[in-house]
């Protein structure tokens, strides 16, 4: 990568030209993708721009708490939209990532590319790619210290978001001391933990709860207890009314046995189609077996959709963890 000074500073400097621009991220987004984003808006209105936030798909409910929510909008193809002058893609390693949004770029849109996923493809006329980044709310933030521009309280509790939701509450192997002083920087503009924390972690509704205490009692642990499965299907979803999937980190549960090294959480969507959230601990790679999919992700926490019925996508994954777990 070119010196990561050099990269910001075009980036400041081509905001600067003014115009209409796009800020979008991938499908299903999550704290880090919705707080990156609505950080964003503010900086590209600093720096005189137009901006505007489209998604492909809304972000679930637990996002409502930040302040500037209400600035993001899902795609439809009913709607009217600008000609966009210059796109900030957040968190998409492949432009293919933002799903429907893709058609609101126009051969000439020029594209800012603004990842920390270590398989981007580069596709940008700038690309701002840093795998080592805990967040890529942390370098939209470098970004405001490299313009010079100051951010709010609002800003303070999107990029606490980000922060907190990719690190996995400060717990993950990206947790570095970077992540935690700009944590703290953050309060001191006024991000409030507690609320942020409560509103992501500690919101269940009555049946939500009642489910993930289902779903973590029929857990399958295979492979002489390395590996865990929690098996979301249409059985357990229509007896609740609350929706589980809409927890943050409930993935994470199938990695709470100690001696499990690669976890699952597979949602029956459709009759055809099975969501996979991967996790694992250590050297196990799942972005790998998420690529083989279509999918992608990090390598201890990936995910990917398999366009089989929901039994056969839990036999399919489990012989590529098998394959993936050390001898
Ligand atoms: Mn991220």
Do not use: W
């Not at 800003?155 to 509450?169: K, V, Y």
């Not at 002083?181 to 009642?210: F, H, S, T």
């Amino acid at each position: 990568m070119i010196e990561k000074k050099t990269i910001q500073s075009e980036i400041v400097g081509r905001l600067r030209q003014g115009g209409r621009v796009l800020i979008s991220s991938h499908v299903s987004p999550d704290g880090d993708s919705i707080g990156s984003q609505l950080a964003m808006y503010d900086l590209c209105k600093l720096c005189n721009c137009e901006p505007m936030i489209v998604n492909h798909d809304s972000a679930v409910p637990r996002y409502l708490f930040l302040a500037k929510h209400g600035l993001v909008d899902v795609y439809s193809a009913d709607k009217t939209y600008p000609r966009f002058d210059c796109a900030v893609l957040l968190e998409a390693p492949e432009i293919s990532r933002i799903g429907d949004v893709q058609k609101l770029l126009h051969p000439d849109c020029f594209v800012i590319n603004i990842d920390h996923h270590a398989d981007n493809i580069s596709y940008g006329q700038i690309n701002y790619v840093d795998a080592r980044a805990e967040a890529v709310g942390m370098m939209v933030y470098d970004l405001f210290h490299e313009a010079g521009l100051p951010i709010t309280r609002d800003n303070a509790d999107e990029l606490f978001t980000a922060i907190l939701t990719d690190t996995g509450r400060f717990r993950f192997s990206n947790t570095t001391s970077a992540a935690m002083r700009l944590a703290a920087d953050l309060l001191d503009v006024g991000a409030n933990p507690k609320r942020i924390g409560d509103a992501l972690y500690a919101c269940y509704g009555e049946q939500q709860l009642r489910m993930i205490g289902e779903l973590v009692a029929a857990m399958e642990i295979h492979h002489n207890g390395r590996t865990c499965l929690l098996l979301s299907d249409r059985r357990l979803r229509d007896k609740h009314t609350g929706d589980a999937d809409e927890v943050e980190g409930l993935a994470d549960y199938s990695l709470y046995t100690c001696s499990v090294k690669v976890g699952a959480l597979l949602r029956e969507l459709e009759p055809n189609c099975t969501k996979i959230s991967l996790r694992s601990h250590g050297e196990v790679d799942v972005s790998a077996i998420a690529r083989v999919h279509g999918g992608g992700g990090h390598p201890n926490a990936a995910g990917c959709h398999l366009n089989y019925p929901f039994k056969q996508a839990k036999s399919i994954l489990l012989e590529q963890i098998e394959k993936a777990l050390p001898a």
